[in-house]
């Protein structure tokens, strides 16, 4: 595979950690999943004033940690897959922050993302809205945590849509994933690798339908 960094992104409830976990054993790489531990996230679904800004920063952070240790090293050894785009934080920013935490938030992000290496590629996972809180609901049917509500969710995929719509630092594959079982499938899994490994420069958008 000509790509060594891979990194998968979308919105919550597409499936991007259980691929990234797939993709690695199937391809023998090295996995980085994001650290979805937040203190402040209770907070923030109970709209506590201020822990907007603290949730935001505390994700900022972690992920220019784990960024930084991946940046030292040697990322041309073995492939690497990450469960998420460094940039995207600011999908969550201008969701959810106000100008003036904004304003705070967008100096500290700045100085961060230089330290910060850009993948060979980045799948953009895609889902309907309908489809994500489905399996939000059904994740946290298991799980105890804090489900975003439907309207947010809402706003969430649109934001994202937009952002990905006008990404071109790489190479941009974009998956279409309500007709396919990412975390299930073999058959899926290796037309989705024919579909990275056929990757060069620009977006291409790969729309996979499941076969009778």
């Known amino acids: ?27 023998d ?13 209770a907070d923030f679904y109970a709209d506590r004033p201020g822990a907007a800004l603290q949730a935001q920063l505390f994700f900022l ?3 220019h940690r784990q960024q930084e240790a991946l940046r030292q090293t040697d990322l041309f050894s073995q492939l690497t897959i990450c469960d998420y785009l460094f940039e995207k934080d600011r999908v969550y920013a201008y969701l959810n922050l106000d ?16 330290d910060v290496a850009l993948p060979d590629l980045v799948v953009y996972l895609q889902a309907p809205s309908e489809l994500l809180i489905k399996r939000l609901r ?5 799980h105890e945590g804090y489900s975003p509500n439907p309207a947010y969710v809402q706003k969430l995929n649109e934001a994202y849509q937009h ?7 790489t190479p941009l594959l974009v998956v279409e994933t309500s007709q396919i079982d990412l975390a ?8 989705l690798l ?10 291409r958008y790969y729309v996979p339908r499941t076969r009778e």
């Open 163 to 169: 952002f990905f719509f006008h990404y071109s630092a």
């Open 138 to 142: 059904a994740r946290d049917a298991d």
């Open 1 to 27: 595979m000509d790509f060594r960094y891979i990194a998968l992104d979308g919105p919550p409830g597409v499936g991007k950690t259980a691929l990234a976990e797939r993709l690695a054993a199937h391809v």
């Open 184 to 191: 299930g499938s073999d058959e899926v899994l290796e037309d």
């Open 194 to 203: 024919r579909q990275i490994r056929g990757m060069s420069r620009g977006t």
């Open 61 to 63: 952070l972690n992920r």
């Open 99 to 114: 100008d003036n935490d904004l304003f705070i938030y967008q100096r500290l992000y700045e100085l961060l993302a230089r």
């Open 29 to 41: 790489a090295t996995t980085i999943l994001e650290d979805t531990d937040n203190p402040f996230l």
